[in-house]
């Protein structure tokens, strides 16, 4: 973690688990939204959890849900007790359309079913978060499509409110220096549009 007196900077390597949609492996471009739901599981419950989301992601395809996610699991910088949720989309609209997961269980395996299902979900974790980040393209750079990664560098960026203009200013310059670099890699720049108004 670095620690600065304007910015807290906290980077997590996160190791692909699963796709909830087999399109999702494809080669594509960066969705313009992204909704991380952060899943705190308790201790000695991994497998508990795992069995919990297998069969969502049963249940989505069983029923044809429109949205589909990855799951990811905290590799490195973050407790590794912690699970991602990752759901991208292009427009908002979009989001009035997707399955909820007590109505997809309900109508994956009946009402019985999936009120166990349910619970063994909700005994494995005790809390979770919600954000939606969208895309800044203005000072993303490289961007191409390309297909998902078993590992993902994740750099969130928490910036003083009265500072946010000259962070901005100095992630344009870093964009300016990268697309000059050999290298091309690809830099994706979010900021939320659903949570603290201060993390990139």
């Known amino acids: 973690m670095r620690v600065s007196r304007k910015i807290l900077g906290a980077g997590v390597f996160l190791l692909v688990l699963a796709f909830a949609s087999s ?31 297998k069969k969502i992601i049963e249940a989505a395809n069983k029923v044809g849900a429109p949205q589909g996610w ?6 490195l910088g973050a407790n590794m007790s912690n699970y991602y949720v990752i759901l991208g ?25 999936a009120q166990k299902i349910l619970k063994m979900g909700g005994d494995a974790f005790w809390g979770f978060d919600s954000k939606v980040f969208s895309l800044d393209e203005e000072r993303s750079w490289n961007l191409k499509a390309r ?3 078993p590992f993902y560098q994740l750099l969130i960026g928490k910036v003083k409110p009265d500072m946010v203009d000259q962070y901005q200013m100095v992630i344009s310059q870093i964009k ?12 994706i720049r979010r900021s939320t549009s659903v949570g603290p108004s201060w993390e990139f």
């Open 176 to 187: 300016e220096a990268m697309e000059k670099a050999p290298e091309k890699q690809m830099g």
């Open 23 to 53: 399109a999702l492996a494809q080669a594509s471009m960066p969705p313009k939204h992204l909704q991380m739901i952060t899943i705190q599981v308790k201790t000695g419950a991994d497998a508990q959890f795992a069995d919990y989301m």
């Open 70 to 75: 990855m799951t990811a699991q905290a590799a």
């Open 147 to 149: 297909e998902q990664a």
């Open 89 to 113: 989309f292009e427009k908002w609209a979009e989001k009035d359309g997707w399955n909820q997961v007590p109505q997809m269980l309900t109508k994956a395996y009946g009402e019985a079913e």
